[in-house]
């Protein structure tokens, strides 16, 4: 069946008076199988938007904003940063989902969420704690993202964490996929483990249904990230010199929206931001075709049917996602691994390295509350509220902290002309 009759096919996007339909496969949100600590409801919201808005208002969101995409903070007002970033990737979802008619609500709470737990300095913070925390355990900036919404966010009186309701939970620790059974994916090795460890921590392995993929919501969230990371660093590249248009022409999927853009006039800027909302566009057209071919053929008649199909629903089509993985591939070589990227996140790493090192031999030096946590513990438990206390930094925060506690800290030099 061609995508267009496939559309044809779903429900309305609104009713007679106006009301948002959903398709049979969304998740209910008045069936939400509820919290681990029981709440009354709220009376104004969903409990798809109460998450949402709980996340907007944690102190890691906000942190989000000086924290690293690509470029630091620091190297020019126009580059994206995690919190712009994370904007970026909740619209495409949204759009995403209201081309599905899932439930927006759901899929912009884990759009939100994805990257709570991201160390300053983005991977190059991640690798530098993962590196620190080698010996127990390592560290998981998925997995750090479940601890801040489960554990270290501490605004409620009643709980610690944000007590978000299971179908965001389960939405979160799947933003890559299963994590257990035939169709479970490790991106990174441990990636996995250290995530299970920590579900198992909260009582939630039964309740999260590991084995299982993720909700269409998760879906589209998990393949908007992928969209707007691409794109945002394509952009970001180019302003900073790292990438050309010339140089992108000849690249897989990109090349043909630049010789289309250049079509419409000269001037460069504008030419960048063609390419990028083309891409966009493109991306997100995909996605929706390819969605409505698998659901047509899965023929899910709940939510729970996305859940425990034998595939995902919400991903690229094949030859859309071979021309994307070359596409990554140029950005790996040309951008992530550019000497200029990588000199800078050298020295990031150390600084991180250093931070966590000082601590975990004089734990007295952190603030107040994690100076007393730190009293009475050793070893991996130390290591763990250490390894907490550093990724909850922003950049700026961790510069200032080893500038204070070290005779040289490390030039984080920009990287723009």
């Given at each position: 069946?061609?995508?267009?009759?496939?559309?044809?096919?779903?429900?309305?996007?609104?009713?007679?008076?106006?009301?948002?339909?959903?398709?049979?496969?969304?998740?209910?949100?008045?069936?939400?199988?509820?919290r681990l600590v029981?709440?009354?409801?709220?009376?104004?919201?969903?409990?798809?938007?109460?998450?949402?808005?709980?996340?907007?208002?944690?102190?890691?969101?906000?942190?989000?904003?000086?924290?690293?995409?690509?470029?630091?903070?620091?190297?020019?007002?126009?580059?994206?940063?995690?919190?712009?970033?994370?904007?970026?990737?909740?619209?495409?979802?949204?759009?995403?989902?209201?081309?599905?008619?899932?439930?927006?609500?759901?899929?912009?709470?884990?759009?939100?969420?994805?990257?709570?737990?991201?160390?300053?300095?983005?991977?190059?913070?991640?690798?530098?704690?993962?590196?620190?925390?080698t010996e127990f355990?390592?560290?998981?900036?998925?997995?750090?993202?479940?601890?801040?919404?489960?554990?270290?966010?501490?605004?409620?009186?009643?709980?610690?964490?944000?007590?978000?309701?299971?179908?965001?939970?389960?939405?979160?620790?799947?933003?890559?996929?299963?994590?257990?059974?035939?169709?479970?994916?490790?991106?990174?090795?441990?990636?996995?483990?250290?995530?299970?460890?920590?579900?198992?921590?909260?009582?939630?392995?039964?309740?999260?249904?590991?084995?299982?993929?993720?909700?269409?919501?998760?879906?589209?969230?998990?393949?908007?990230?992928?969209?707007?990371?691409?794109?945002?660093?394509?952009?970001?590249?180019?302003?900073?010199?790292?990438?050309?248009?010339?140089?992108?022409?000849?690249?897989?999927?990109?090349?043909?929206?630049?010789?289309?853009?250049?079509?419409?006039?000269?001037?460069?800027?504008?030419?960048i931001y063609e390419?990028?909302?083309?891409?966009?566009?493109?991306?997100?057209?995909?996605?929706?075709?390819?969605?409505?071919?698998?659901?047509?053929?899965?023929?899910?008649?709940?939510?729970?049917?996305?859940?425990?199909?034998?595939?995902?629903?919400?991903?690229?089509?094949?030859?859309?996602?071979?021309?994307?993985?070359?596409?990554?591939?140029?950005?790996?070589?040309?951008?992530?691994?550019?000497?200029?990227?990588?000199?800078?996140?050298?020295?990031?790493?150390?600084?991180?390295?250093?931070?966590?090192?000082?601590?975990?031999?004089?734990?007295?030096?952190?603030?107040?509350?994690?100076?007393?946590?730190?009293?009475?513990?050793?070893?991996?438990?130390?290591?763990?509220?250490?390894?907490?206390?550093?990724?909850?930094?922003?950049?700026?925060?961790?510069?200032?902290?080893?500038?204070?506690?070290?005779?040289?800290?490390?030039?984080?030099?920009?990287?723009?002309?």
């Open positions: 069946m061609p995508p267009t009759a496939i559309l044809q096919t779903l429900p309305p996007v609104v009713d007679d008076v106006g009301h948002r339909l959903m398709a049979p496969y969304a998740t209910d949100a008045e069936h939400s199988r509820g029981v709440e009354p409801a709220c009376p104004m919201r969903t409990p798809f938007q109460r998450d949402r808005d709980r996340i907007v208002h944690a102190t890691a969101f906000r942190r989000l904003t000086h924290k690293t995409q690509v470029f630091l903070f620091h190297e020019g007002d126009h580059y994206r940063t995690r919190l712009t970033h994370t904007i970026e990737v909740a619209q495409i979802a949204r759009a995403i989902a209201r081309l599905l008619k899932l439930d927006e609500d759901l899929t912009e709470a884990l759009a939100l969420a994805h990257d709570l737990g991201h160390p300053p300095f983005g991977h190059a913070g991640e690798r530098a704690l993962d590196a620190a925390l355990g390592g560290f998981d900036h998925n997995a750090q993202s479940f601890k801040v919404v489960t554990r270290l966010e501490r605004k409620y009186a009643a709980f610690d964490g944000l007590n978000l309701t299971f179908e965001t939970l389960e939405g979160l620790v799947k933003h890559n996929g299963p994590l257990r059974g035939q169709h479970a994916h490790e991106a990174r090795p441990g990636e996995h483990r250290i995530l299970l460890a920590e579900i198992e921590r909260c009582g939630l392995t039964r309740a999260l249904r590991l084995d299982a993929f993720a909700s269409a919501e998760a879906q589209a969230a998990a393949v908007a990230d992928d969209i707007a990371y691409v794109n945002h660093d394509i952009d970001d590249a180019l302003r900073a010199g790292l990438l050309t248009l010339d140089g992108l022409a000849e690249v897989p999927l990109v090349g043909p929206f630049v010789a289309r853009a250049r079509a419409t006039g000269t001037d460069p800027d504008r030419l390419v990028n909302r083309r891409l966009i566009t493109a991306m997100i057209e995909d996605v929706g075709a390819a969605a409505r071919v698998r659901l047509a053929e899965i023929g899910p008649r709940s939510a729970d049917d996305v859940v425990f199909a034998d595939r995902p629903c919400v991903t690229f089509s094949a030859p859309f996602q071979r021309e994307l993985t070359g596409l990554k591939q140029y950005l790996l070589q040309e951008v992530y691994r550019h000497e200029r990227v990588m000199s800078v996140m050298r020295r990031a790493e150390r600084i991180v390295r250093d931070l966590f090192s000082h601590y975990f031999d004089t734990p007295s030096s952190m603030q107040e509350r994690w100076a007393v946590a730190c009293q009475n513990c050793a070893g991996a438990e130390r290591a763990a509220l250490i390894g907490d206390y550093v990724a909850g930094m922003t950049d700026r925060y961790a510069i200032e902290a080893h500038q204070r506690l070290f005779d040289h800290t490390p030039a984080l030099l920009g990287l723009t002309r």
